[in-house]
């Protein structure tokens, strides 16, 4: 299929966008850094496309308290230029610099990968790990939902067809808080993550931990909190020994698939060795905490 | 060879007193209107009144055509032609070397996408429905997955012939004998994959036939005359009638070496007497383009106690897929690779094709080197580990040296060139960096060498590519040759060796493109032999013209041949330069009188008289070599390897142009990169390949490439133009033995596949403990 296809409505407010989603027949499209590619792949059964593009209000970075709030036209590039995003959500940036290449974080959205909900999206696991909340608009309504319950499956969220992304949430770390994102693909750039994982660690004292959060990618058809994990990791003394173990329960709380770009037992053994990673380079100094106090 | 030892002398000559355009870096001469997008390549092409044409490909590997119905196709409003094997006029097949593969399938199908009807429409989407209307139906035969199996008793038989398509056995010396002697004797088994070309623009071309009745097809290629040989054959018409234009094309790495869309172009353009245009897309050029050979290598390999290799029995199988294509060549060029450079007295060499249900294996940059290459340079240090031998010393140490007779009965020429080579490797800094410690313990450093050789050109195959140059009185000179610059600068060396030749600056220099119509048969790109074929052939030429122009300038001049020089596009009388005529004068004068200054070289390329049995090209009486280092770092948690630096030391003779050289080897080191690490094409279950797309085919990307450092030894190859060899394939040859060489250092595992993807360094990696 080509996009030529297709009756594209590009309005230019948000209410003239619910508008035209009203009946639920327009296939939002923001980036279209996946869109695009299903449309080349004739997976978009839909005949019309919702162009989001030039909606300037949905194009926005604010602080709100315990929260930064992020439009659905947010780019990945934005994230990452973005001051408050790097002081309160590093995680949230790590992540964005492994998405594609420039070209695609100059395009693809947070909302949109939230939208397109993969379970190998970079950008969903530090929204579990840190907390998140997606708004849901319609012409008739408005709901938040938390990231955690928003995903019902492979392509599969909680999203009605007349409602729109309009703003990813995202909660603000703690000066103190650690945290590590790790990637691995079949290439530096432009790779889907045949497992990645995203953690934040709350301290109690020094490197010890009161609260863990450890989001996995591609290894369930949603992201998933790897729970036994984090409970390991609680109030004790993080040693070599118990950083293995560590990541051998993420591991075992990890469902992946076998594909053409890896094995399920490779996506089982590469999560353990990344969680393993991330928190050795957490206790042996490779990686600072928050530093919140400089906005 | 009269015409090469005159090359020769003004080689030399030319060499003692430096040289004006050689050794220099220009930029390519279709550099600017590459990149401003001037150049329109035939899949941006439209013309008039064009027809947009698909192919109906086979659903299945391996059977029996029952039925093929095209009539509803037939029936679509605005299909103006679908065609079948009944369709072909003349012979319905093709292949460069054998031409066993069938133009359009009838009887049996042998690969997943094999075509086997064309369509010709309005539009593209109309072209596209046609195909879904068309409708095959087969009786299945058991598909052959791979060489395993093809080589059982029982496999079902792909052709007539059986499955082995082809065999040689070579001997030297007595293998068993000197086995039985041995110090330490080692046996080993390699594999390597199949690897995609995936250059930019698949394949793709536009045919027409014009006013004078002429088919003129425009396709990317790298053999202009071959290719018209090949559709003039299959359409069964004079080749007089058909003219080939390779350039541009967006690559081509060997996948356009043998015929692609040119003769289904070529039937529909006649069949419609309309423009056709034809563009694979990229999933069928994954699945109907060409790919790199697998192999299956067995070596035993045997040495004294002092270090010396004794004896190389090899067991080598390429998988041809389906038809033959280029595998006889690339089998022959996996033989000469391996042995390597080195001396060894007692030599077994069985080799096979052999026939799967896997696509067509043909030509790929390095033709059957990688393979070759990634056995017996991990055996080299696999065997200099187990003596406690570094490495480089046990290479040096049993380098051939120059005089030494090669496996062949040849004679081992320059060899001065890779001893030096592999001699400053071990200065490099990259070769003591795997001894420093890492900050990360889940990090490994390793460092691994290789060594390579490679022939250029066609070896004892007859080769005489002929080149033309032209005087225009208006002050150019016009240069003509027909191997295609497919993006490897061929035109640009060739443009600064008639520079020099002629003492002309490079803006007087106008290379024209191959085109049958105009450029003389200098055969194909491939085989590293463009610059050493078609710069020897306008060597002569230009002596030619020279030649000629000597002898009308001393006319002019009121003197002899003799009373006269030549400099700078200008005769003078020796010792009174004020008398001096510029040839573009003399031109005139000539053009005056009805004569145009065009002159025809034909080169000779130095061979063996005899191929050795069993072989169409081996030996080369030239031979490229390079010594490589890579430097990697292993995660041993994951399985990634991150190739960080590969230093590359090449002998590739005089160098025409080394910027252009040294992107040539950049280049050939990363697509090294990718057989090494992450490309492999993989079939399903019913031999379809799966991972056509840039996203499931893993090429490296720019964030994967290593730090790369080039530098070519001071060569000097008495046959090449200006002492030029060839390069284009040298870099990519060691690349896969010196990365799974660096691992095995870091690591500890010696790894016998590639590519070292994550997943199997990782299984590896934990099956021996190391994970
Ligand atoms: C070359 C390449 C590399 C890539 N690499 C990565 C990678 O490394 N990691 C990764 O995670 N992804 C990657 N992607 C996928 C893609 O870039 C991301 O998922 C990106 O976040 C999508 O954002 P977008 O704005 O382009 O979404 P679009 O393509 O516009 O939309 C994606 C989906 O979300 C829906 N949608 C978008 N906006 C809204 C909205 N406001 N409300 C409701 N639904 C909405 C769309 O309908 C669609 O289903 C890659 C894609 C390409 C082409």
Same mark, same amino acid.
Request: proline share 5%.
């Given at each position: 299929m080509k996009v030529s296809h297709y009756t594209v409505h590009s309005p230019r407010t948000i209410s003239e966008a619910l508008n035209i989603l009203k009946d639920g027949a327009a296939r939002p499209i923001a980036g279209g850094t996946d869109v695009m590619v299903q449309i080349k792949d004739d997976l978009v059964k839909e005949t019309e496309l919702l162009n989001l593009s030039y909606i300037m209000d949905l194009n926005y970075i604010r602080d709100d308290g315990d929260f930064i709030r992020v439009g659905a036209l947010t780019t990945y590039s934005d994230l990452i230029r973005s001051r408050l995003?790097?002081?309160?959500?590093?995680?949230?940036?790590?992540?964005?610099?492994?998405?594609?290449?420039?070209?695609?974080?100059?395009?693809?959205?947070?909302?949109?990968?939230?939208?397109?909900?993969?379970?190998?999206?970079?950008?969903?696991?530090?929204?579990?790990?840190?907390?998140a909340k997606v708004k849901l608009?319609? &012409?008739? %309504?408005? +709901?938040?939902?938390?990231? =955690? @319950? !928003?995903?019902?499956?492979?392509?599969?969220?909680?999203?009605?067809?007349?409602?729109?992304?309009? &703003?990813? %949430?995202? +909660?603000?770390?703690?000066? =103190? @808080? !650690?945290y590590f994102f790790k990637k691995i693909g079949l290439r530096s750039a432009n790779a889907i993550s045949l497992v990645s994982v995203a953690a934040v660690l709350v301290p109690a004292e020094v490197l010890t931990f009161k609260e863990a959060r450890i989001a996995m990618g591609a290894v369930a058809p949603t992201v998933i909190r790897a729970k036994s994990a984090e409970a390991a990791i609680l109030n004790c003394q993080l040693t070599d020994e118990k950083m293995k173990e560590v990541g051998r329960l993420a591991s075992e709380e990890a469902h992946p698939i076998t594909d053409i770009r890896a094995t399920a037992e490779y996506r089982k053994q590469a999560i353990a060795g990344a969680v393993y990673e991330g928190l050795y380079e957490i206790v042996n100094g490779f990686r600072s905490p928050v530093n919140g106090s400089s906005v | 060879?009269?015409?090469?030892?005159?090359?020769?002398?003004?080689?030399?000559?030319?060499?003692?007193?430096?040289?004006?355009?050689?050794?220099?870096?220009?930029?390519?001469?279709?550099?600017?209107?590459?990149?401003?997008?001037?150049?329109?390549?035939?899949?941006?092409?439209?013309?008039?009144?064009?027809?947009?044409?698909?192919?109906?490909?086979?659903?299945?590997?391996?059977?029996?055509?029952?039925?093929?119905?095209?009539?509803?196709?037939?029936?679509?409003?605005?299909?103006?032609?679908?065609?079948?094997?009944?369709?072909?006029?003349?012979?319905?097949?093709?292949?460069?070397?054998?031409?066993?593969?069938?133009?359009?399938?009838?009887?049996?199908v042998r690969f997943?996408?094999?075509?086997?009807?064309?369509?010709?429409?309005?539009?593209?989407?109309?072209?596209?429905?046609?195909?879904?209307?068309?409708?095959?139906?087969?009786?299945?035969?058991?598909?052959?997955?791979?060489?395993?199996?093809?080589?059982?008793?029982?496999?079902?038989?792909?052709?007539?012939?059986?499955?082995?398509?082809?065999?040689?056995?070579?001997?030297?010396?007595?293998?068993?004998?000197?086995?039985?002697?041995?110090?330490?004797?080692l046996e080993r088994t390699y594999r390597t994959q199949s690897q995609k070309h995936m250059f930019l623009e698949p394949e793709a071309g536009i045919a027409y036939t014009d006013e004078l009745g002429n088919l003129n097809i425009l396709a990317g290629g790298q053999n202009p005359y071959r290719d018209k040989m090949q559709v003039a054959r299959s359409l069964n018409i004079s080749p007089e009638k058909v003219r080939v234009i390779n350039y541009p094309a967006g690559g081509a790495f060997g996948g356009k070496d043998d015929v692609t869309v040119q003769i289904h172009l070529a039937l529909l353009a006649t069949k419609t007497k309309r423009p056709v245009k034809l563009v694979w897309n990229r999933e069928e050029s994954g699945i109907g383009g060409f790919h790199r050979h697998p192999s299956l290598i067995t070596l035993k390999t045997a040495v004294n106690d002092d270090g010396r290799l004794l004896a190389n029995d090899s067991h080598i199988y390429l998988d041809t897929g389906a038809y033959q294509s280029f595998g006889p060549t690339v089998l022959d060029v996996t033989i000469e690779v391996i042995n390597g450079p080195y001396l060894i007295p007692n030599i077994r060499i069985d080799a096979n094709l052999v026939y799967t249900n896997n696509g067509i294996s043909s030509?790929?940059?390095?033709?059957?080197?990688?393979?070759?290459?990634?056995?017996?340079?991990?055996?080299?240090?696999?065997?200099?580990?187990?003596?406690?031998?570094?490495?480089?010393?046990?290479?040096?140490?049993?380098?051939?040296?120059?005089?030494?007779?090669?496996?062949?009965?040849?004679?081992?020429?320059?060899?001065?060139?890779?001893?030096?080579?592999?001699?400053?490797?071990?200065?490099?800094?990259?070769?003591?960096?795997?001894?420093?410690?890492?900050?990360?313990?889940?990090?490994?450093?390793?460092?691994?060498?290789?060594?390579?050789?490679?022939?250029?050109?066609?070896?004892?195959?007859?080769?005489?590519?002929?080149?033309?140059?032209?005087?225009?009185?208006?002050?150019?000179?016009?240069?003509?040759?027909?191997?295609?610059?497919?993006?490897?600068?061929?035109?640009?060396?060739?443009?600064?060796?008639?520079?020099?030749?002629?003492?002309?600056?490079?803006?007087?220099?106008?290379?024209?493109?191959?085109?049958?119509?105009?450029?003389?048969?200098?055969?194909?790109?491939?085989?590293?032999?463009?610059?050493?074929?078609?710069?020897?052939?306008?060597?002569?030429?230009?002596?030619?013209?020279?030649?000629?122009?000597?002898?009308?300038?001393?006319?002019?001049?009121?003197?002899?041949?003799?009373?006269?020089?030549?400099?700078?596009?200008r005769f003078l009388i020796k010792g009174n330069e004020s008398k001096s005529v510029s040839i573009y004068d003399l031109a005139k004068g000539l053009r005056a009188k009805g004569e145009t200054l065009k002159f025809e070289g034909t080169f000779e390329v130095p061979r063996y008289p005899e191929p050795v049995k069993g072989t169409l090209e081996v030996p080369h009486v030239v031979y490229m070599y390079g010594a490589m280092v890579s430097s990697i770092e292993l995660n041993t948690l994951t399985g990634y390897l991150d190739v960080k630096n590969v230093d590359l030391m090449a002998d590739i003779g005089n160098v025409i142009n080394p910027l252009l050289a040294t992107t040539q080897c950049e280049g050939g080191i990363v697509q090294g990169l990718g057989f090494a690490t992450s490309e492999e094409l993989v079939y399903n279950q019913d031999e379809k390949p799966m991972n056509t797309n840039y996203t499931t085919y893993i090429v490296p990307s720019i964030a994967d490439i290593p730090k790369m450092y080039v530098e070519f030894i001071k060569t000097y190859e008495q046959y090449g133009p200006y002492g030029a060899k060839g390069m284009a394939e040298i870099p990519i040859v060691p690349v896969g033995a010196s990365i799974a060489n660096a691992l095995k250092q870091a690591s500890g595992v010696r790894y016998y596949q590639l590519p070292l993807t994550p997943g199997r360094v990782l299984s590896k990696l934990h099956d021996q403990g190391q994970g």
């Amino acid at each position: 299929m080509k996009v030529s296809h297709y009756t594209v409505h590009s309005p230019r407010t948000i209410s003239e966008a619910l508008n035209i989603l009203k009946d639920g027949a327009a296939r939002p499209i923001a980036g279209g850094t996946d869109v695009m590619v299903q449309i080349k792949d004739d997976l978009v059964k839909e005949t019309e496309l919702l162009n989001l593009s030039y909606i300037m209000d949905l194009n926005y970075i604010r602080d709100d308290g315990d929260f930064i709030r992020v439009g659905a036209l947010t780019t990945y590039s934005d994230l990452i230029r973005s001051r408050l995003v790097n002081e309160y959500s590093p995680v949230l940036v790590e992540a964005a610099r492994t998405v594609g290449a420039v070209q695609i974080q100059n395009r693809g959205t947070l909302a949109g990968n939230v939208g397109n909900a993969s379970p190998a999206g970079d950008g969903l696991p530090p929204l579990f790990a840190t907390g998140a909340k997606v708004k849901l608009q319609s &012409e008739a %309504s408005e +709901r938040e939902v938390d990231i =955690g @319950d !928003y995903f019902l499956g492979v392509r599969k969220t909680v999203r009605q067809p007349n409602e729109l992304i309009t &703003e990813v %949430s995202v +909660r603000k770390m703690k000066p =103190g @808080d !650690y945290y590590f994102f790790k990637k691995i693909g079949l290439r530096s750039a432009n790779a889907i993550s045949l497992v990645s994982v995203a953690a934040v660690l709350v301290p109690a004292e020094v490197l010890t931990f009161k609260e863990a959060r450890i989001a996995m990618g591609a290894v369930a058809p949603t992201v998933i909190r790897a729970k036994s994990a984090e409970a390991a990791i609680l109030n004790c003394q993080l040693t070599d020994e118990k950083m293995k173990e560590v990541g051998r329960l993420a591991s075992e709380e990890a469902h992946p698939i076998t594909d053409i770009r890896a094995t399920a037992e490779y996506r089982k053994q590469a999560i353990a060795g990344a969680v393993y990673e991330g928190l050795y380079e957490i206790v042996n100094g490779f990686r600072s905490p928050v530093n919140g106090s400089s906005v | 060879m009269p015409e090469v030892e005159a090359v020769k002398l003004a080689s030399e000559e030319i060499l003692q007193q430096g040289y004006s355009y050689i050794n220099r870096s220009y930029q390519r001469v279709d550099a600017l209107d590459k990149v401003t997008g001037k150049i329109k390549f035939f899949s941006d092409m439209k013309i008039e009144g064009m027809l947009f044409a698909r192919v109906f490909r086979s659903s299945v590997a391996h059977a029996n055509i029952v039925t093929l119905d095209t009539t509803e196709a037939e029936r679509l409003q605005g299909v103006r032609a679908v065609l079948t094997y009944k369709d072909v006029p003349g012979l319905n097949a093709y292949g460069a070397i054998i031409p066993d593969a069938p133009v359009l399938g009838y009887g049996k199908v042998r690969f997943y996408g094999e075509p086997l009807a064309l369509v010709a429409a309005d539009d593209q989407e109309t072209a596209e429905k046609a195909l879904g209307l068309i409708k095959a139906v087969y009786e299945p035969l058991p598909a052959v997955h791979s060489m395993d199996e093809s080589l059982k008793p029982e496999a079902p038989k792909l052709h007539d012939r059986g499955n082995i398509a082809r065999h040689a056995l070579i001997l030297k010396g007595d293998v068993d004998r000197a086995f039985k002697d041995a110090h330490l004797t080692l046996e080993r088994t390699y594999r390597t994959q199949s690897q995609k070309h995936m250059f930019l623009e698949p394949e793709a071309g536009i045919a027409y036939t014009d006013e004078l009745g002429n088919l003129n097809i425009l396709a990317g290629g790298q053999n202009p005359y071959r290719d018209k040989m090949q559709v003039a054959r299959s359409l069964n018409i004079s080749p007089e009638k058909v003219r080939v234009i390779n350039y541009p094309a967006g690559g081509a790495f060997g996948g356009k070496d043998d015929v692609t869309v040119q003769i289904h172009l070529a039937l529909l353009a006649t069949k419609t007497k309309r423009p056709v245009k034809l563009v694979w897309n990229r999933e069928e050029s994954g699945i109907g383009g060409f790919h790199r050979h697998p192999s299956l290598i067995t070596l035993k390999t045997a040495v004294n106690d002092d270090g010396r290799l004794l004896a190389n029995d090899s067991h080598i199988y390429l998988d041809t897929g389906a038809y033959q294509s280029f595998g006889p060549t690339v089998l022959d060029v996996t033989i000469e690779v391996i042995n390597g450079p080195y001396l060894i007295p007692n030599i077994r060499i069985d080799a096979n094709l052999v026939y799967t249900n896997n696509g067509i294996s043909s030509a790929f940059r390095g033709f059957g080197g990688p393979q070759g290459n990634f056995a017996i340079e991990s055996m080299m240090d696999e065997m200099a580990e187990e003596m406690k031998m570094d490495p480089i010393d046990f290479r040096l140490k049993n380098l051939a040296k120059s005089g030494d007779i090669g496996p062949f009965g040849n004679s081992m020429r320059n060899m001065e060139g890779i001893h030096e080579a592999l001699s400053r490797l071990r200065n490099s800094p990259l070769w003591q960096l795997g001894k420093e410690l890492p900050p990360k313990p889940w990090i490994r450093r390793g460092t691994g060498v290789a060594i390579a050789i490679k022939g250029v050109g066609f070896g004892t195959i007859p080769d005489y590519p002929t080149a033309a140059v032209e005087l225009l009185p208006q002050g150019k000179i016009k240069v003509l040759f027909s191997n295609p610059d497919y993006g490897q600068g061929v035109n640009t060396g060739n443009a600064q060796i008639v520079a020099e030749a002629l003492d002309l600056p490079m803006n007087e220099i106008e290379v024209v493109n191959a085109d049958t119509q105009y450029s003389p048969d200098t055969g194909s790109s491939s085989a590293s032999r463009g610059t050493f074929t078609s710069g020897n052939a306008l060597l002569v030429a230009c002596n030619k013209m020279l030649d000629r122009l000597r002898m009308e300038a001393a006319l002019y001049l009121e003197s002899t041949r003799d009373g006269i020089e030549y400099a700078s596009g200008r005769f003078l009388i020796k010792g009174n330069e004020s008398k001096s005529v510029s040839i573009y004068d003399l031109a005139k004068g000539l053009r005056a009188k009805g004569e145009t200054l065009k002159f025809e070289g034909t080169f000779e390329v130095p061979r063996y008289p005899e191929p050795v049995k069993g072989t169409l090209e081996v030996p080369h009486v030239v031979y490229m070599y390079g010594a490589m280092v890579s430097s990697i770092e292993l995660n041993t948690l994951t399985g990634y390897l991150d190739v960080k630096n590969v230093d590359l030391m090449a002998d590739i003779g005089n160098v025409i142009n080394p910027l252009l050289a040294t992107t040539q080897c950049e280049g050939g080191i990363v697509q090294g990169l990718g057989f090494a690490t992450s490309e492999e094409l993989v079939y399903n279950q019913d031999e379809k390949p799966m991972n056509t797309n840039y996203t499931t085919y893993i090429v490296p990307s720019i964030a994967d490439i290593p730090k790369m450092y080039v530098e070519f030894i001071k060569t000097y190859e008495q046959y090449g133009p200006y002492g030029a060899k060839g390069m284009a394939e040298i870099p990519i040859v060691p690349v896969g033995a010196s990365i799974a060489n660096a691992l095995k250092q870091a690591s500890g595992v010696r790894y016998y596949q590639l590519p070292l993807t994550p997943g199997r360094v990782l299984s590896k990696l934990h099956d021996q403990g190391q994970g």
